[in-house]
């Protein structure tokens, strides 16, 4: 990985003062992003900037940083800021994935196991 454009920022969101590092990943054709502590201590590394899903999916990052989001992907070089824009979505704003998902309906499914894994007369040995 050859890293392009690479650019580092300070920011304050909400309580929260981080670094973003942004670079161009050119073996697959899209920005990454590396948040870091305001004194450069990792939290999230490499994320691909992709949309429209939130980019900190871990929740406890989602309570206290809240939700990064790209306003489209950030491909190809020179999208970053121009086209595809990062968006900072405060922890309570209640802002959720399901939202950008649309009419489409889950449901609950139910597997039989047994029928998907029948037990062996033979156990493995």
Request: proline residues 7%.
């Amino acid at each position: 990985m050859q890293p392009d454009g690479d650019r580092k920022v300070v920011v304050t969101l909400g309580e929260n003062t981080l670094q973003f590092r942004t670079y161009f990943n050119s073996l697959i054709d899209y920005y990454k992003l590396d948040v870091l502590t305001e004194l450069g201590d990792p939290i999230v590394l490499g994320i691909t900037l992709k949309s429209p899903f939130n980019l900190l999916v871990r929740p406890e990052l989602q309570k206290t940083i809240g939700s990064l989001r790209m306003t489209q992907d950030a491909t190809p070089f020179g999208s970053l800021g121009q086209t595809a824009q990062l968006l900072w979505f405060a922890p309570d704003d209640g802002f959720s994935d399901d939202e950008l998902i649309g009419d489409v309906t889950t449901l609950p499914v139910t597997y039989d196991f047994e029928e998907l894994f029948p037990r062996r007369n033979n156990p493995l040995t």
